[in-house]
Each structure stands twice: as C-alpha cells, then as structure tokens.
C-alpha cells in the first residue's frame, strides 16, 4: 500500500500510472517466450498457485481486491488483533512444552526467557502427583500454567488449584488453562469423555479465578491428521460451539462460557497462510460469540503451536528454519502465546541445546527484529487481507458442514470428518510424493553421510482416533528400507549415474538425478565404469540433444554390463533399452520404493 508524503513530493510523479492489463500484457510476452501462448486472465493464472481447500494465491494484488474492512485492533471482529496494543507491552506470550518430570528444565526455561509453561500431564507425560515437583521453585503468580491432561484433566486440574491455595497465590492472580478438551481427546483416542467435570471447572474458574480459563479448543488433531487450514478452522469453531452448548446447558452465561475458551492452532512454514489463519480464526469465533449474544467477550485467546507435521527427522537442523518461519507467522498474525517445538522434538525428548534454540527463536524475533512493536503488521497488506477473507469464508463453510453432520461429537464418531481429513491428506501426499511440495533434507537436498541424530525417547502419544501424519514419512520409510540394508550388508544400495558428454551438458540433470535417488537412500556413483560400480541399476544424464545421438547406444552398453534398469534423467522419450524416465513433477515414492524392491532391500 503507498502512501503518498504530505510535502507535496511524489518519486512516482513523473511516471504514468501502469494498468493491470499493461501487467497483463507484459506477462503474456514473458510467458510466450517459454512457449505458453496465453492471454489476458489465462496468463495471470499461469503464474497463480493453487491451495488447499480451492484458494489460489495470484502473482499480483492490488487495490482492486477489495476484503471487507478489519476493523481496529482490539475491536470486533478482532482480525486485527484481540487486544488494542497488540503485543507491543512486551512481546507474545513465550510458552514452552513440557513432558518429562524434570523440574531442573523448567526452572532454566523461565531463566532464560520463557513466560509460561505447556504442561502435558498423566499418560502424556507428567503424573498427576508429579505436578507439586515439577512446579517447585516456580513463582506461579508470575508464570502461567496450561495443562494438557487428556482423561486425566479433572484430577490435573484439581490438583494445580491445590498448588496455587497451598503457595498461597491469590485467585485473581492465577494465569493460564486447565486444559479440559473432552472432544480434543476423543478426537486423539477415540474415547468419549463425560462433559459434567469440564462444566463444574468452568463454572469454577467463572466464580472464583477470573484469569484463568477452563476449557481448551486444540485444532492440532485435525491438522496433525492431514487437514488443511480451512478444515482445522472449522473444526474448532464446531468444537468451541459444542463447548458452547454444554456451558451455557450447565447454567453459565454465553459470556461467561465464552471466557471460559482458549483456542490451539498449529503454525506452518507457510508464512501468510498462518497469518491469514490466525486473523480468520477471530473474526471466525467473533462472528460466533455475535450470534450467541456475547459480543463482548468475542476476542478469541490464540495459542499458536509451531507444526509437528512439518519436523523432519532426517536432517534435524532445518526445522530451526521451519520454526522460526512459523515464530514469525504467529506473532505477526496475533497470537496471544507461541509454542515453538524444538528441532529435534520428532526424535524424542529434545536435550538443553534444543530447547535453548526454541525459546531464543521468540526471544530474538521479539528483542532483537522488534516483530512486537507494531501492532498488525501485516494489516493492509492487499494479498493477506484478500487470503484473510477468502480462509474466513472457507473456513465458515466447513464450520457448517460439520454443523450438518450434527456437530462435531458426532462428525467424529461417524468417521465422516476423518474421511474429510483423510481425503485432503491424500492430495497433499500426491504432491509430496512429486517434490512438488520440497521437504528440504528429505526430498530435496539430502545427506546420505550425515549421523543420525539420537534422543531419549519421548512419551508415546495418545492413539486410537484420528491418525498423525507427517510430511517426511513416506521419503522416511524408504530411508528406514537403505538403512537396515547397510546395517545388514555394510554398504547402501547404489545406483551408476552414466554421464553423457562434457560436465556443461550432463551437470544439471546428474545433480536432479544424485537428488532424487539419494531421497530414497539409493547411493549414486559417478566414478569409473559400471562394471567397478557396485551398483545394479544406472540412471543416464545428460542434454536433449546428447540423448537423441547417444542415448539409445549408452543404454545397450549398460544392459550388456549387466544393469538389470536403466533409466533416464529427462522428459519421457521412446528410447530403446530405457527401461524408466525420471522427470521433475515425477512420483519419486514409487519410483524408489520400486527400485528398492528390486535391489533387494526390504
């Protein structure tokens, strides 16, 4: 957005104001030199990319995208922010996991930079009786508590309120969440929870603890089972709304229920899709809370959790990147509290470095890029205000169709929602397969030499319900496949890369081809003969041109050598004694998975 100086200097003046179908034009010679022959809005969408739930980012916004006025920070319908300051006071709220009884942790996370704490209680990690411990030396008027106990919410909850009486903290200082999420939990496990001791908590916490709130709305079942933004929004607005319902059933007010809420998101590496996420979601639940007469107390409370669909286990290390991408989206998009999942947090208990990084990643954005001091930064943006509006809309659509299923108990127990996600994780896995969503380190990029990165395990996770994916999971299982092969034979399968013609001509396609099969734990060689290569399958490389004069003679020299496959890196040809093409866009998955199972490696 341009906003012109009030001294009457414009550096634009002297140049004559361009259309968009001077864009348009300009596009369409671009892309007629690549051999696409396209026009006006055809070669607009040429350049668009297509999203989850039938968006689509375009190459260029303008003021002609109208989005319908955000309001104020603060305001209804709080896109804008919950709070009129935003963060500015002093930054989100930096609240990190914790699952293991060691108290020595916490108290270091709380020395160096963490607000609050992410307790995961009872077969999650932390016992009941463990709390008092766990807690100990903790000033729990200062440091908020959020509890996540699955069944066990009631006995956690009750015990944490016996801590704060027992140290003496005043009811109108507690902070924090109890956590009870009996739908959260059904959602994980598959287990139906009596509503009653959630209701009697939150009638509690109305009565006597105004700061602190009894129910948590978790979105993270739904994204960790493969839905898309759309989806995990609606989810929780059916999920807040069911909570709704039972609240104000028990006797509290809409707006006492209401306040009774914190909602749970995951944040991705998909920077404008988390922010635009965020700002959805409260203008999602403010249009809520209007409807059911408590406008209020319609700013939602947002806790945004860095992704654990997108941690990698290979190559550890650029989570830290996928993280702190996601940091930035949350802060930037309002969260009121950010979770950021240490790098090594799929390999089992993080150690004191990983932690160390995931509480420094808020700490930096915040101290040291002053991401905090503006309130909505993003605000105004044409492209986020338009993808705020276009999420919100798509977001609301799914809210009713669960709605239409009789509401989100039984959309879950009907197994309808879970073929909802099921089927947008199927899509998104397609494009995995085909590296057309990279996973750098995994899919792209990766590291046959480097040293697994070994943890304690971590508490088994709650199963039962809706499934948990991960990005990295097929490219880990074909990894899993290279590695029991060379623990069992002392060298990984191995495949010759047959270079055709001078480096300028085969480089390109030989480092694609050194890429792709590597993804799969396949070894490629590239020096001496095939003969002397180890290797049972050769991948050709090469120019167009070299492959029309050489390609069909190399592949028969091959066959004869004994290469039992050979493929070519390049465009589908009909060459001779070419058993396989590999090309970008291509299904790698099942082009490794097939070469491992002929090698061999089970």
């Known amino acids: 957005m341009t906003v012109l100086p009030n001294d009457g200097l414009s550096l634009a003046a002297e140049f004559t104001p361009a259309s968009h179908e001077e864009w348009q034009a300009l596009v369409e010679g671009v892309l007629r030199k690549s051999g696409k022959d396209v026009s006006g809005t055809a070669a607009e969408a040429a350049l668009s990319t297509p999203l989850e739930d039938g968006l689509t980012t375009r190459p260029l916004y303008t003021a002609r995208d109208e989005a319908p006025d955000p309001g104020f920070p603060g305001f209804a319908p709080f896109v804008r922010g919950s709070r009129p300051r935003g963060s500015t006071a002093g ?27 992410w307790l995961l209680v009872g077969e999650r990690g932390i016992p009941v009786s463990s709390l008092g411990p766990v807690l100990d030396g903790v000033f729990l008027d200062l440091a908020p508590v959020a509890l996540d106990a699955g069944r066990e919410f009631e006995g956690a909850a009750r015990e944490l309120l016996r801590l704060y009486e027992e140290r003496g903290i005043a009811e109108d200082a507690v902070r924090g969440s109890l956590g009870a999420d ?49 989806q995990e929004l609606g989810a929780s607005l059916a999920t807040g709304v069911a909570y709704l319902r039972e609240l104000t059933g028990a006797g509290l007010s809409a707006e006492r229920a209401c ?40 700013a939602q409370v947002q806790h945004a959790v860095t992704s654990p669909v997108m941690m990698s286990r290979r190559d550890p290390w650029v989570n830290m990147l996928r993280t702190t991408i996601a940091t930035l989206a949350a802060g930037v998009g309002g ?3 950010v979770t950021v999942l240490p790098f090594d947090h799929a390999l089992g ?21 002053h991401l905090a001091r503006v309130i909505d930064p993003a ?75 070994r943890r304690e395990a971590a508490p088994e996770p709650p199963a039962g319900g809706l499934p948990r994916v991960r990005r990295d999971e097929a490219f880990e299982t074909l990894r899993a496949r290279s590695d029991a092969h060379l623990a ?33 734990g396949i070894e490629p060689v590239t020096e001496g003969a095939f003969e002397d290569s180890g290797a049972t399958e050769a991948c050709l490389c090469s120019s167009d041109a070299l492959y029309e004069e050489r390609a069909e003679e190399t592949a028969r020299t091959l066959k004869a050598a004994g290469a039992r496959q050979v493929f070519l890196a ?14 970008t866009g291509c299904d790698a998955v099942a082009v490794l998975s097939a070469t491992l199972d002929r090698m061999g490696v089970s």
Request: charged share 20%; proline share 5%.
């Open 259 to 298: 306040a009774q809420l914190e909602f749970r998101y995951a944040a991705t590496a998909d920077q404008f899709l988390t922010i635009a996420k965020l700002r959805a979601a409260r203008r999602l639940w403010a249009r809520v809370a209007e409807v059911c007469g408590a406008p209020g107390t319609a």
């Open 379 to 453: 605000g105004g943006s044409w492209y986020v205000e338009r993808l705020t509006d276009e999420l919100a809309h798509a977001g609301w659509e799914f809210f009713q169709r669960i709605e239409g299923m009789g509401g989100q108990a039984a959309a879950l127990r009907s197994g309808r929602l879970a073929e909802d996600l099921a089927g947008t994780w199927q899509a998104r896995s397609a494009k995995l397969a085909q590296r057309r969503e990279p996973i750098t380190g995994v899919s792209e990029f990766p590291n046959l030499t480097e040293p697994p990165v």
């Open 91 to 117: 930054g989100w709220d930096v609240r990190q996991q914790h699952s293991a009884t060691d108290n020595g942790t916490v108290l270091a996370d709380l020395e160096n930079g963490v607000t609050s704490l």
């Open 335 to 337: 969260a009121d509290a």
């Open 570 to 583: 390049g465009r589908p040809g009909q060459y001779d004694d070419v058993d396989t093409y590999v090309f």
């Open 488 to 520: 069992a034979t002392g060298a990984r399968p191995r495949v010759y890369l047959a270079t055709i013609g001078p480096a300028a001509a085969h480089t390109a396609r030989s480092s694609f081809a050194a890429n792709l099969f590597q993804a799969g």
């Open 182 to 230: 009996p739908l959260g939990h059904e959602a994980r496990t598959g287990e139906a929870l009596d509503f009653a001791p959630a209701a009697a908590l939150a009638r509690l916490c109305a009565e006597r603890y105004p700061g602190l709130r009894a129910l948590t709305v978790d979105a993270l079942p739904y994204h960790e089972a493969g839905g898309s933004a759309a």
């Open 349 to 369: 208990l993080p150690d004191a470095f990983a932690r160390r990084i995931a509480r420094n990643t808020s700490t930096v954005l915040v101290e040291e890029s």
